[in-house]
Structure formats: C-alpha cells, structure tokens
C-alpha cells in the first residue's frame, strides 16, 4: 500500500526557515517524481515544485523560486522542500504527491502537514 | 502562471449529470493532452479521478468521464449521489515540466 507521511509543518515568522519531509512506503520510490503541492487555508490547490526520480532534475513555480528547495534522498525515500525566506502568503497546507507514471497526474497525495507564517 | 477557470460552485439532484468546465490558455489546457481532475472532501487529501483528459484510475467509478475541446476541459458525473458532494479541481500540464491547478468548484446536491 502505497503511504506518504509529511511532517514538519508548524509556526515560523514572516522570513524564516523551515524543512518539510515526506516519508514514502509501499513503492519504489526512486522511480518516480514527486511534488509538493499548497493549499491556503479556503482557498485552491498550487503546484509548488517538483523532482525527477533519479532527484537530478528539479522544477518551481514562480511563486517559489529563489526561495523554495526540493530534493529527496532515495536512500531513505524521503522527499523534502526546503522553505526560506517566508511570507505570510506561503501560510498552507503543504501536501506531497507522487506523480502517476508519465501521465503528468498526481496518484498518490500525504495527509499534507500545515505551515503557518505569522508575528 | 494564472489558475485555470472554474466555476465556483455547480449543484445537481441525485441521478442528475452535472459538468464542471475548467479553462485554460493555449500554453497549458490547449496544447496537451494531460488535464487531470482531482476530487477532494473536506479535511482530506485530493484524489485523482480522471487523467490525461479522459482515462480513469483503476477504482474510480465509470460515472466520471473527462473530455475537452480546444483551451476547456470537462469533467462529467453521471447519476450524481450524495456522496459525490466534494471540491473538484482541474490540473494541467504547462510546460517545462509545471503545472497549473484550476480555480475549484464545489459541488452540492440539490
């Protein structure tokens, strides 16, 4: 069965730091590429940054780059994202996904791990 | 890169169908064939119901169907029931490996 477990989520301030894992089971997970998607809180889902399988290949939207870092250690199946310099607007409900095959489809997803950026 | 369009909220009876529209622009929803459809309850994660316009997961019922046409996409529930009430949010592939997630629509029984 396949299970992603996020962790790491919690309280920072408007310019901290913050790592988020997501801890993979049930599936080879080097063989496939992964992302993290947001969700505010009430509000869509946002495509925030992906990874290749082998973790050579990285991708971020706009509203993350230069500020957000995915990578994944395969040796663990874990995958993480980096979070600096962070804004009130970042305040979501992070979830990971791993991506269904070549179908650019999201198959799996973690119960997603809360991150909230206030003073 | 702008969300795509859907509507806000859509509502049907049980046994009704009811469509969901999601557009996008030439640079995503239009120039591939990889929009997929998630249905997410609330409080819980998303799940994938349609993918690559129109194929279906394994498990997912065949009362869901996914189509599209030129820069708008659509997913279809036939015999609606109750416990299709959810948020459905379209997602398409934009290019270089990004990508873009619908506006989300909720979805009520009448």
């Known amino acids: 069965e396949v299970q992603l477990l996020e962790s790491g989520g919690g309280l920072v301030q408007p310019g901290g730091s913050l790592r988020l894992s997501c801890a993979a089971s049930g599936f080879t997970f080097s063989s496939y590429a992964m992302s993290w998607v947001r969700q505010a809180p009430g509000k869509g889902l946002e495509w925030v940054s992906g990874i290749s399988g082998s973790g050579h290949t990285t991708y971020k939207a706009d509203s993350v780059k230069g500020r957000f870092t995915i990578s994944r250690d395969n040796s663990e199946n874990t995958l993480y994202l980096q979070m600096n310099s962070l804004r009130a607007e970042d305040t979501a409900v992070y979830y990971c996904a791993k991506v269904f095959d070549y179908t650019d489809s999201f198959d799996y997803w973690g119960q997603g791990t809360l991150v909230t950026v206030s003073s | 890169q702008s969300a795509l369009t859907q509507p806000a909220s859509v509502s049907g009876s049980p046994g009704q169908s009811i469509t969901i529209s999601c557009t996008g622009t030439?640079?995503?929803?239009?120039?591939?064939?990889?929009v997929s459809w998630y249905q997410q309850h609330p409080g819980k994660a998303p799940e994938l119901m349609i993918y690559e316009v129109s194929k279906r997961p394994s498990g997912v019922s065949n009362r869901f169907s996914g189509s599209k046409s030129g820069n708008t996409a659509s997913l279809t529930i036939s015999g609606f029931q109750a416990a299709d009430e959810a948020d459905y949010y379209c997602?398409?592939?934009?290019?270089?490996?990004?990508?873009?997630f619908g506006t989300g629509t909720k979805v009520t029984v009448l």
């Open positions: 997602c398409s592939y934009a290019g270089s490996r990004t990508y873009v």
């Open positions: 030439s640079s995503d929803v239009g120039s591939y064939n990889l």
